[in-house]
Structure formats: C-alpha cells, structure tokens
C-alpha cells in the first residue's frame, strides 16, 4: 500500500488518501476537511481525550470507554484495543469460596505526548506515562514508566524515548523523510 495517494474524478473533486484513509476532498479552489473526526466520536461515548490529541480510525474502546484516559497532544494509531474488563473471573468462579461480581473493571490511563503504535492492545489497570511511545501490535499488560519505548507480547522496555529521538533525528534526513515532507508540501498547497 502507498502512503500517500491522489484520486481525480471527471467532475473536479479530488481527494488525498494517506496510509489508505482518505484525509482531504477538494475541488480545483476549495479544499475542506473530510467529517472523520473520529476523536469527537470517542469523547461522545465517555473516553477522557486530552488537547491536542488525535485519534484514528478502528479503535475499539471496549464496554467501559468512560474508564480510559488519554492526556495531551497522544496520537492513537489504526486498530488498537483497549481492555477495561477482565471477565476470566467467570471461569475461575468455581473455586472462590464466596459468590462475587464475575468481571473485574481497571482503568487505563496514557499521559500526555505519547504515540500507541497500531494493532496494539491495553489491558485494564495499565498507567502508560507521559512522552511514552508504544510499538505497534504490542501488547501493554503493565504500567510503562515516562519517557520510555515499549514493544512485544507482552510489551516490555526497549529504550529510552530521548534515545530513539537522536536515532529518529538521523532519519529525518533519508529518502522517505525527504518523501513524506513533499507529500506534506503538496497537501498544503491544495489548500
């Protein structure tokens, strides 16, 4: 799949898809903001999103979606899940020696400046800290301390944030940076 992609139609409107998701439609003088705003639709259902913070597409918030708490200025990722419940007490139900609620219910909290990379699932009573960057398709069973990189199933500790700055630093000037600053340069000369 292409990152970035244009489609022209016969009757003058166009439109800019980035990573499959169409993001901008416009005609030849005017350009207008798709109506996915999906970070609205989660704060409409209870989620506590903070400023700044953006939100993408098939996210699942579980049955509990007023338990979860995103800080400031996080970007959320394709797909991600997150967990507030814990129904694996039904099963176990057999050998507790009192009759008691069958699912446990946990909060999730991200602090602010963090990335939750796609695919990715957040089990209940998890604190991810602030300036925190989440690999894709992880799977986050514990708090993860601020300012640090976690990844894998389950996700652990793989390195500083400030560190994978400097690595990201060096990158900015390769091939696809150089790419994704023009695909940017054009969108913004469409408008």
């Known amino acids: 799949m292409r990152i970035y992609q ?15 998701i169409r993001v901008y439609s416009y005609t ?15 704060r409409n259902i209870g989620v506590k999103i903070g400023e700044g913070s953006y939100v993408c597409s098939n996210i699942i918030w579980g049955s509990e979606p007023y338990l979860i708490e995103i800080g400031k200025n996080c970007l959320l990722s394709l797909n991600i899940t997150f967990l507030t419940h814990d129904c694996s007490t039904h099963t176990c139900e057999q050998y507790f020696t009192k009759s008691c609620f069958k699912a446990t219910l946990g909060r999730i909290k991200i602090g602010d400046n963090c990335f939750i990379g796609c695919q990715s699932i957040i089990m209940p009573n998890v604190v991810i800290g602030n300036n925190c960057v989440i690999g894709a398709g992880s799977v ?16 652990h500790f793989i390195k500083k944030t400030k560190d994978l700055a400097k690595k990201q630093e060096v990158l900015l000037h390769s091939k696809l940076q150089i790419e994704l600053q023009n695909i ?3 969108v913004e000369s469409t408008r």
């Open 28 to 42: 030849k003088n005017k350009m207008e903001l798709t109506n996915f705003d999906f970070t609205e639709q989660a």
């Open 140 to 155: 986050v069973t514990k708090n993860v301390p601020d300012g640090e990189v976690w990844a894998g199933n389950p996700a």
């Open 184 to 186: 940017y340069k054009d």
């Open 6 to 20: 244009k489609k022209k139609y016969s009757n003058g409107k166009r439109e800019i898809y980035i990573c499959g």
